[in-house]
Nanobody, 115 residues
Framework: QVHLVESGGGLVHPGGSLRLSCSAD????????MAWYRQAPGQQREMVAS???????NYGAAVKGRFSISRDNTKNTAFLQMNSLKPEDTAVYYC?????????WGPGTQVTVSS
């Protein structure tokens, strides 16, 4: 069983930055695709960014150019650097681990963008 732990969420002013981290307790991490999703109240969960084992990245249209996903396979950790944050980025952010038929979600971390 794989467990994910997210950290780095919090309250930030519009225009500010946050960096989320997602640590996985598995040696399968380097061969997994990692992703970040978010869900705002009353809305469906949406994909924010993903990174494959080969470090190919993909971004949702709403965050392209402002967010950056990366990974450190030596630490089994994925990151989401969020810049130029907007109030509409407010949501619970979830880390996702996917490898073959195994998919795992983290518990989520709250990000609130407000003045």
């Amino acid at each position: 069983q794989v467990h994910l732990v997210e950290s780095g969420g919090g309250l930030v002013h519009p225009g500010g930055s946050l960096r989320l981290s997602c640590s996985a307790d598995t040696n399968m991490f380097p061969t997994a695709t990692m992703a970040w999703y978010r869900q705002a109240p009353g809305q469906q969960r949406e994909m924010v960014a993903s990174i494959t084992s080969g470090e190919r990245t993909n971004y949702g249209a709403a965050v392209k150019g402002r967010f950056s996903i990366s990974r450190d396979n030596t630490k089994n950790t994925a990151f989401l650097q969020m810049n130029s944050l907007k109030p509409e980025d407010t949501a619970v952010y979830y880390c996702n681990f996917w490898r073959w038929t195994l998919e795992v979600w983290g518990p989520g971390t709250q990000v609130t963008v407000s003045s």
